[in-house]
């Protein structure tokens, strides 16, 4: 099994893209990887079979994640004070 998954994140244009997560997108599309680099080629290609249309109604986030196993706990989401 691989340790990394490639996420496309397909973010409403009126979401600031540090708002954009898996909980507000609008779709998330999840391929494994086996490597950094396969990641970034798996991203590039979902980027490019998204297909979303010109504009700025929505925009696509790419981002490399390793994969959790049950029971490991979730991200650290750091707040600003």
Do not use: N
């Amino acid at each position: 099994m691989s340790e990394l998954l490639s996420v496309a994140l397909v973010c409403a244009g009126t979401l600031l893209a540090q708002d954009c997560s898996r909980d507000t997108a609008l779709d998330v599309i999840v391929a494994p990887a086996h490597s950094p680099i396969e990641c970034l080629m798996h991203a590039q290609t979902m980027a490019a079979q998204a297909g979303l249309p010109g504009g700025s109604d929505r925009y696509l986030k790419i981002a490399c994640e390793h994969r959790r196993t049950e029971g490991e706990p979730g991200p650290v989401v750091r707040r600003a004070s």
